[in-house]
């Protein structure tokens, strides 16, 4: 089975801080393998997994903004700042006043400001990627649009980080980290939009750095219902049965070549 509600993303003991509720299955729970596939090698555990924990769809996007430049030594793993919009989409399909048409048009605000659950999820997860130690402040918004997430990392340039050239090494940092991922794709910041990853298993990224003022901005975007969901669940399943990841997730249209 590949899960792909929070039922099996933290440690026990997060649960009653994050979800409002002790965890019922804490047994289980420690049997369950989270893969976010372009963060760790877990193919021989997924191999002989019963039960995979799919990756939320903010964490995938933040993750991925951040990753890159953590592993290659470019930016301050304290403090991240990350400001991610999702399409309404991401609420799922319960009827309520709030998610009405009527209530979202023309609007846009943020929720769940500094409760949300997913950002202990993004700090174990880049932790699992080989970042343990970053302390992320994580923000989400509702965008009025029916699908898509988009998010910006804003972060601290290492003191010295990327010799003379620190925006340079922060792109080929996106650039190396891609290699080997068919679902990764980098762009400069400005390309990166939801138009160009919705209807797709895409992750798309960018990032800019200021040396003078010490800051990378990092942005990335994918659909939350297909990497954020689904298409990501299916790829874990892939590697579950030894299949190419890509298997059944390169025909998949989107809106933008």
């Known amino acids: 089975m590949v899960d792909l509600s929070g039922a099996f993303r933290?440690?026990?003991?997060?649960?009653?801080?994050?979800?409002?509720?002790?965890?019922?299955?804490?047994?289980?729970?420690?049997?369950?393998?989270?893969?976010?596939?372009?963060?760790?090698?877990?193919?021989?555990?997924?191999?002989?997994?019963?039960?995979?924990?799919n990756p939320g769809c903010y964490p995938t996007a933040s993750t991925l903004s951040v990753l890159p430049l953590l592993r290659a030594g470019l930016i301050e793993p304290d403090p991240i700042f990350i400001d991610a919009k999702s399409g309404t989409t991401g609420a799922g399909r319960k009827?309520?006043?709030?998610?009405?048409?009527?209530?979202l048009a023309d609007d846009f605000r943020a929720y769940r400001?500094?409760?949300?659950?997913?950002?202990?999820?993004?700090?174990?997860?880049?932790?699992?990627?080989?970042?343990?130690?970053?302390?992320?402040?994580?923000?989400?918004?509702?965008?009025?649009?029916?699908?898509?997430?988009?998010?910006?990392?804003?972060?601290?340039?290492?003191?010295?980080a990327g010799g003379s050239d620190p925006a340079q090494a922060v792109k080929?940092?996106?650039?190396?980290?891609?290699?080997g991922k068919p679902f990764v794709h980098v762009a400069t910041p400005d390309e990166v939009r939801l138009r160009a990853v919705v209807g797709t298993n895409?992750?798309?990224?960018?990032?800019?750095?200021?040396?003078?003022?010490?800051?990378?901005?990092?942005?990335?975007?994918?659909?939350?219902?297909v990497k954020g969901a689904a298409g990501q669940a299916v790829q874990n399943a892939n590697l579950m049965f030894g299949l190419p990841e890509t298997t059944g997730l390169l025909a998949l249209a989107g809106h933008l070549p």
């Open 10 to 53: 933290l440690a026990a003991g997060d649960y009653p801080a994050w979800y409002g509720f002790e965890h019922g299955q804490p047994s289980l729970l420690a049997e369950a393998v989270y893969s976010m596939p372009e963060v760790a090698d877990m193919s021989s555990r997924l191999r002989t997994a019963k039960l995979v924990s």
């Open 95 to 103: 009827g309520t006043e709030d998610f009405s048409f009527s209530e």
């Open 113 to 160: 400001v500094l409760r949300h659950q997913h950002q202990p999820e993004i700090e174990r997860v880049l932790a699992l990627g080989g970042a343990p130690g970053a302390k992320v402040t994580f923000t989400p918004h509702l965008l009025p649009v029916r699908r898509g997430i988009l998010a910006a990392s804003y972060c601290r340039l290492r003191s010295g």
């Open 172 to 179: 080929q940092a996106l650039v190396d980290f891609a290699v």
């Open 202 to 225: 895409r992750v798309l990224m960018g990032a800019a750095a200021d040396a003078k003022r010490g800051v990378v901005v990092s942005i990335a975007a994918i659909d939350n219902l």
